[in-house]
């Protein structure tokens, strides 16, 4: 994949970079692909069931408010959307299981983790532009994240 510096070089200003500053805790820290995306707070039922359909090689984008009091992603989410077939994750928000997911072929930026488990009601929308960080995500739009960030299509 292209380094995203050398893509902001090329295309400058197209392109939204993301000023917030996630930790990379995948297997893999280097992913692109199409946004898709889930908008949900502390309940992660949403988050489950999309990683539990076809990804197509789709970045998921999870606006999580940037709340840190639950994760919404473990390793067993992660595994089913590494088998699912999607690049990674991006999410505004906390992860757990940090250990195993580190040990996936699959990219995750997130805030930070937390060993606590979200709700399950299943509140919250999917594939409905989000903003994080001041950045849009709208689904559909290219998006590459590596070590120096993450950068998105306008
Ligand atoms: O069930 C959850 O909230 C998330 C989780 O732990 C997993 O994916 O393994």
Same mark, same amino acid.
């Given at each position: @994949?292209?380094? =995203?510096?050398?893509?902001?070089?090329?295309?400058?200003?197209? +392109?939204?970079? +993301? !000023?917030?500053? +996630?930790?990379?805790?995948?297997?893999? =820290?280097?992913?692109?692909? !199409?946004?898709? =995306?889930?908008? $949900? /707070?502390?309940? *992660?039922?949403?988050?489950?069931?999309? $990683?539990?359909? !076809?990804? %197509?090689?789709?970045?998921?984008?999870?606006?999580?408010?940037?709340?840190?009091?639950?994760? &919404? @992603?473990g390793d067993?989410?992660?595994?089913?959307?590494? %088998?699912?077939?999607?690049?990674?994750?991006?999410?505004?928000?906390?992860?757990r299981d940090?250990?195993a997911?580190? *040990? &996936?072929? /699959?990219?995750?930026?997130?805030?930070? =983790? *937390? !060993?606590?488990?979200?709700?399950?009601?299943?509140?919250?929308?999917?594939?409905?532009?989000?903003?994080?960080?001041?950045?849009?995500?709208?689904?559909?739009? @290219?998006?590459?994240?590596? %070590?120096?960030?993450? +950068?998105?299509?306008?």
């Amino acid at each position: @994949m292209v380094a =995203t510096a050398d893509l902001y070089d090329e295309r400058g200003e197209e +392109l939204a970079s +993301l !000023p917030l500053q +996630l930790r990379d805790l995948g297997g893999v =820290t280097e992913f692109s692909g !199409p946004v898709r =995306t889930v908008k $949900c /707070f502390e309940d *992660n039922a949403l988050v489950k069931a999309v $990683c539990a359909t !076809p990804g %197509e090689g789709a970045v998921l984008v999870v606006d999580g408010g940037g709340s840190l009091r639950s994760a &919404l @992603m473990g390793d067993l989410i992660a595994a089913s959307a590494v %088998e699912h077939g999607w690049a990674g994750a991006i999410i505004h928000g906390a992860i757990r299981d940090s250990v195993a997911i580190g *040990n &996936l072929g /699959f990219g995750v930026k997130a805030l930070g =983790t *937390n !060993p606590r488990k979200s709700a399950k009601a299943g509140a919250g929308v999917t594939d409905q532009p989000v903003e994080i960080g001041g950045v849009v995500f709208r689904p559909g739009a @290219m998006v590459w994240a590596d %070590e120096d960030g993450v +950068l998105v299509e306008r």
